[in-house]
């Protein structure tokens, strides 16, 4: 490739690593930089710059090739790279078990927990009271048992792997009957069908995609069927001409053939929503009374809990699932351990729930309560006082999230901004850009903030966030 003139004088102003090594010795941002970090922003911005002067980028200009433009955008370069790449975020989605956003914050007790057993030796496999070798799940099937009424429980590292674990344990090269209006995907690619190959189930499916009746269960059943699933269907809904078998009806079935049931629960609650206004959600409660084999459920969705799959039934199952070999392969880690256990007990006095649990509170938070948040920060942005912004206080609807309540809107407030001069996009990629990052999302180009999911503490950081973009716009 022919360089021209101008491409070779720049070339030839690009400063060399060592140059510029050099140069931040005496530059005190630079002290406690590992010397790989430093080596490799330097490379970096230099590459960066020589690859823009060979595609004739009009932006490069001898300005930007100084020796102290490069070493400015190598602190840049060097910044990035020691600053975190997992960081919180503030969720002004108002999907409060936002899966892209790390789905259920912790309570306080459970954090401290958490943190505890994370810097201790613990009893993790130790029995205390026989000085021996104990059980990982005993921290928390007796408290799951309590809460749920079932005989027995254990947990894995997440309900995908509760559901493969089941379904390898009791229906491996057997069929599973499963009604059509059932065979979902979760997102994050959690198929039943793909998930059940892989266990090794056979799947049999039934119904169609709005009406599966009892007769369509019973002659599926023969000699092959080795359990008999529901599913929560989680994100999506069938509404109008409908039939499905509720869980208990299947459990009738089931025993009338000596078959198993089984549920995926998936999100799971142990509060019945209805008392607080909100649409029904079957509990795991009623799900255990039902007398089902196996039932499973996520620990951070609804629950509002760590990551975990939560797997309750009967006692001679759950066994069976204890002894299978995936079991090691799934096998929950102490901190989780730790978060659920404190989790879980929250749940004995359900009113402390649903003040300790973080995605219990947003999702039962009072109309008044949000409108008075979304006050405070719109009052906030106001006192900025710069005339290019119009900040308006609007109805919205927030969602629940994590495949749980997917028709229910739940009517919320928000605070939307508009910048003169200044695109709903960009000032979503700048708040988007902000140290912690803030994700809310665009309508009708105005940038929109739902304040249920917003802590409270975070209404200063919005602001402070604005402020700056404000100058830099
Ligand atoms: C969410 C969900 C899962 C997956 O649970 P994870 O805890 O995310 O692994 C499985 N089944 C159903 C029905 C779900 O809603």
Redesign the pocket.
């Given at each position: 490739m022919k360089l021209d003139q101008n491409q070779q004088t720049l070339l030839r102003m690009l400063p060399g690593v060592d140059r510029i090594l050099e140069m931040t010795k005496s530059e005190v941002f630079f002290d406690n930089i590992p010397q790989s970090v430093l080596v490799n922003s330097i490379r970096t911005t230099i590459e960066n710059h020589r690859g823009r002067i060979l595609q004739k980028d009009p932006n490069i200009s001898k300005d930007n090739l100084s020796e102290s433009s490069i070493l400015d955008e190598v602190k840049c370069c060097v910044a990035k790279t020691m600053a975190p790449n997992l960081r919180r975020v503030v969720n002004a989605t108002g999907v409060v078990v936002h899966?892209n956003l790390g789905?259920s914050l912790l309570a306080d007790e459970a954090h401290e927990m958490l943190s505890m057993i994370a810097r201790r030796y613990s009893n993790l496999e130790y029995n205390l009271a026989l000085g021996k070798r104990g059980s990982r799940y005993s921290s928390v099937d007796g408290i799951l048992c309590e809460i749920s009424g079932a005989d027995a429980a254990m947990v894995v590292?997440?309900?995908?792997?509760?559901?493969l674990l089941c379904l390898e344990t009791i229906a491996k090269n057997k069929t599973v009957i499963v009604s059509r209006g059932e065979l979902?995907e979760?997102?994050?690619s959690?198929r039943?069908p793909d998930v059940m190959a892989k266990s090794g189930g056979i799947l049999k499916e039934v119904g169609t995609t709005n009406r599966t009746h009892l007769r369509d269960y019973e002659s599926a059943i023969d000699e092959h069927t080795g359990l008999l699933l529901k599913?929560?269907?989680?994100?999506y809904s069938v509404v109008g001409f409908t039939a499905e078998l509720s869980l208990q009806q299947l459990v009738d079935l089931g025993a009338r053939y000596n078959i198993p049931v089984m549920e995926?629960?998936?999100?799971g609650t142990f509060i019945d929503f209805s008392k607080y206004g909100l649409m029904k959600e079957p509990t795991v409660q009623e799900s255990v009374a039902t007398g089902a084999d196996v039932i499973?459920?996520?620990?951070?969705?609804l629950l509002g809990g760590p990551?975990?799959?939560i797997i309750v039934g009967k006692t001679g199952t759950i066994d069976e699932i204890k002894r299978n070999p995936l079991t090691r392969a799934l096998r929950i880690d102490k901190l989780t351990l730790a978060a659920l256990e404190s989790t879980l007990r929250l749940y004995r006095d359900e009113e402390k729930a649903i003040r300790a649990i973080p995605t219990l509170r947003m999702l039962t938070m009072s109309s008044k309560e949000i409108e008075q948040k979304a006050k405070r920060l719109a009052k906030k942005l106001l006192a900025i006082d710069d005339a290019r912004m119009d900040i308006k206080v609007l109805q919205r609807s927030s969602k629940a999230g994590?495949?749980?309540l997917p028709l229910l809107n739940l009517p919320s407030q928000c605070v939307s901004i508009n910048i003169q001069g200044c695109s709903a996009n960009t000032l979503e990629k700048h708040l988007r850009d902000n140290d912690p990052p803030i994700i809310g999302r665009i309508e009708e180009d105005k940038f929109i903030m739902d304040l249920r999911t917003i802590q409270e503490e975070e209404i200063s950081i919005i602001e402070t966030a604005i402020t700056s973009i404000l100058k830099r716009v």
């Open positions: 899966t789905r590292n997440n309900n995908a792997g509760a559901v979902v979760i997102g994050g959690f039943i599913v929560h269907r989680s994100n995926d629960l998936g999100s499973t459920f996520s620990g951070d969705k990551q975990a799959g994590g495949g749980a």
